[in-house]
């Protein structure tokens, strides 16, 4: 799949299948009845939430980002709220080709014209490619956390 151009839109009625299906590449583990409530919760709640897809000039699906506005505390962050990057993926064949930059670009400027002066986001510790991809896209690292728990 070699599209010339892209669109960047918010998810419409019409895309949510594509939204979808986009959504169990990123999250597989998740069942397909796990992401329709998901979904259907994110779009309940268009004051707190950003859901933009990218489609080729074709029409076809090629990506997807997710963000939020938090009011909680945000590790590394000064400010509230604070826009978080809940999720972002590009389909493999479509990679290094402005998709997730202009995906970022689009939820940035929508937590920015709803009061957000920061844009969070997180990777497992692990997962050097989504840290590398998170500097690409300007991201700064501002720290690494081991999370534990004691069963009572």
Known sequence: MSPTSFTIRAVAPADVSS????R????????????????EQLLAEPHRNAMVIAVSSKGEALGFAEAAIRHDYVNGCDTSPVLFLEGIYVIPD?????????????????GTSHGCVEFASDTAIDNIDAQTLH??????ETERVVFYRKRS
Not at 94 to 110: D, F, K, N, T, Y
């Open 94 to 110: 479509m990679r290094r080709r402005g998709i997730a930059r202009a995906l970022c670009s689009s939820v940035e400027q929508w």
């Open 135 to 140: 500097r690409a896209l300007g991201f700064d």
């Open 24 to 39: 169990h590449r990123l999250w597989p583990r998740a069942s397909a009845d796990d992401h329709a409530r998901e979904t």
């Open 19 to 22: 939204w979808r299906m986009l």
